[in-house]
């Protein structure tokens, strides 16, 4: 007899409302239903409101986890359509710190995954040696989370030579920890019997759903937009991509710990061959065109679309975030699996649900809240936040 | 060599499909302007015979209808392929690729939405992102659509007032 198990919209267990809507026999899943679109975004309308300088801003705050990541594929855009080539000093600071970001981005999955899995001490172990790299990046940029780095034509802050010893610092540590985790989390017969063979997602599938990152390149599918499209340093440096052919949980959880060692190569090298000079250029106007930014985010590619009419605002601004695609994947990767699988399997494809949620608004048969309720209804619970800390 | 092998790609599809407008704006950016009633067939020669990776479609209410961008990525060469089409506001209808490709199912339904076009042949063209309750005939994001939502200046009066 078939029965659903709906997980969310609104869940104790999920921090974003997304609706799955697993249909099952007995313990087996045999079907999958996804539903987005719980959470009002409206970026792709805002950011065709403002000038092209003030959306890397709004674009910084798309996600959370990778904040980098959508002003880095937007620059990228509105240099490809104007023709811009950022001095080679943006170029390094803004690979550093692209590649800084998908460490803590993959030890985030990893520790959640190791709870999803019950395997409380990997969480704590791989998050202890998270911390120190936000640290850093309060050191860098003066903030642990939306570095606001990037810029049209550059980048907005230098790393200073002082800051050098910091981040090498920190490279040792991860280099010992990381292998630690990599061979502790490979050897151990009970995380294996959880992920081996879990959630397989196989190469034909990968294609058909067009799914990148991580997901697609744990199922064979070799596509990694620093390699085949290569922008700002990432082909003056010297690293592998990482491709395994299983497609299992196990497959994309060791695609993750392998790229975090490259991605120390390559904040090394780019320390290293760091050139001296400007960190931007001047930017007069955007010229009419169309421009496409593609950034290798930690999850997958980052794809943002602009159109210029030659005005100081986009026309259209279209953002395609990884998770779009690799959230839909679900559907094939989890039919057949025991339920106790089905939380993992949800995850592996580290979803962003923020970045794959972006328009709604809300209507019950006549228009509810208007814009000006909106921004009261914010501002209360700003107020309420305040109030609870006694500030 | 990876240049030599997109220039195949391109002399291929001149070949195949006469009349469609190329333009190369950077290196590896390649924009393709092509009617709509070959659109299908198009990306169909592209993701199964040449194994693009479709990435994404991106709905634009133009002047002269409705424009629609299907963007392809040629990983192997490390090309970008933006394959244009305009749909007329008279008859909003196109052929859907989710028929044979998964990963447009979602985006259609997105476009389908916000800017009223139909994809025929979609195996399930329900909203995707607006509420149940939101009228069908309503496009947010098409240039004529009037809402108070769509009035983003913040009045100085809802702050004084709070």
Redesign the interface.
């Known amino acids: 007899m078939r029965r659903v198990v709906p997980i969310g919209p609104y869940h104790p267990l999920q921090e974003e409302p997304e609706f799955f809507k697993l249909i099952v026999e007995g313990e087996k899943v045999v079907d999958l239903e996804i539903n987005i679109g719980y959470n009002h975004r409206g970026h792709e309308f805002i950011s065709q409101t403002l000038t092209w300088d003030q959306v890397p801003f709004l674009v910084e705050r798309i996600c959370g986890i990778c904040s980098d990541s959508h002003p880095y594929a937007y620059v990228l855009a509105v240099e490809d359509c104007a023709h811009i080539t950022p001095p080679p000093r943006a170029q390094y600071i803004r690979t550093i710190i692209g590649e800084l970001e998908r460490i803590h981005s993959h030890y985030l999955w990893l520790g959640l995954a190791g709870h999803f899995i019950g395997y409380n001490t990997v969480w704590m172990w791989v998050w202890r040696y998270r911390e120190p790299l936000l640290d850093l990046f309060e050191l860098i940029m003066g903030n642990r989370n939306h570095y606001a780095i990037n810029k049209i034509g550059g980048a907005r802050r230098d790393i200073l030579p002082e800051d050098y010893p910091e981040i090498e610092k920190y490279l040792n540590l991860l280099e010992k920890k990381n292998a630690m985790f990599t061979n502790a989390i490979l050897d151990d017969p009970v995380i294996r019997a959880r992920l081996e063979n879990v959630g397989v997602l196989t190469k034909e599938e990968a294609i058909a759903y067009a799914v990148t990152g991580p997901t697609a390149r744990g199922s064979g599918y070799a596509c990694d937009v620093r390699k085949d499209d290569p922008y700002d340093a990432y082909d003056k440096v010297d690293w592998n991509a990482i491709v395994f052919e299983e497609g299992d949980v196990l497959a994309k959880a060791k695609v993750r710990l392998l790229e975090c060692d490259e991605s120390i190569k390559i904040v090394r090298q780019c320390l290293k061959n760091m050139p001296d000079g400007p960190i931007e250029t001047r930017v007069d106007d955007i010229p009419t065109g169309e421009g496409i930014g593609r950034h290798e985010a930690p999850r997958g590619e980052v794809f943002h679309y602009v159109r210029s009419d030659g005005s100081n605002m986009p026309v259209r601004h279209k953002i395609r975030a990884p998770s779009y695609m690799n959230i839909a994947s679900n559907v094939v990767a989890v039919k057949g699996y025991s339920i106790a699988d089905a939380a993992l399997v949800l995850a592996a494809v580290d979803p962003c649900y923020c970045c794959t949620d972006r328009t709604f608004v809300y209507e019950k048969g006549k228009k509810k809240y208007s814009g000006q309720d909106l921004l009261r209804l914010s501002l209360e619970k700003t107020e309420k936040i305040k109030r609870r800390y006694g500030k | 060599m990876k240049k030599e092998y997109s220039k195949k790609i391109l002399d291929e599809i001149s070949a195949k499909f006469p009349g469609v407008a190329i333009k190369i ?2 290196p ?2 390649i ?1 393709i302007k092509i009617s709509k009633g070959k659109v299908f067939d198009f990306a169909k020669f592209l993701h199964n015979d040449k ?1 693009f ?4 479609a ?1 709905g ?1 209410d133009t002047r002269d209808g409705i424009e629609i ?1 299907y ?1 392809f ?1 040629h ?2 060469a ?3 392929y ?1 394959i244009k089409t305009l749909i007329s506001k008279d008859d909003l209808k196109i052929k859907s690729l989710a028929t044979f ?3 447009a ?3 259609e339904r ?1 476009i389908h939405e ?1 800017l009223g076009v139909d994809f025929i042949g979609h195996p399930n063209l329900v ?5 149940e ?3 069908a005939d309503l496009c ?2 098409r240039r004529d659509y009037q ?3 769509k ?2 200046k ?2 100085k ?3 004084e ?2």
């Open positions: 704006y950077a590896r950016r924009y194994g990776r479709f990435s994404i991106t634009i961008i963007h990525s990983d192997e490390g090309t970008y933006n490709l998964p990963a199912n979602w985006i997105e916000l909203p995707l992102l607006t509420a309750t939101w009228p947010p994001l809402d108070e939502h009035d983003l913040v009045e009066k809802a702050w007032e709070f």
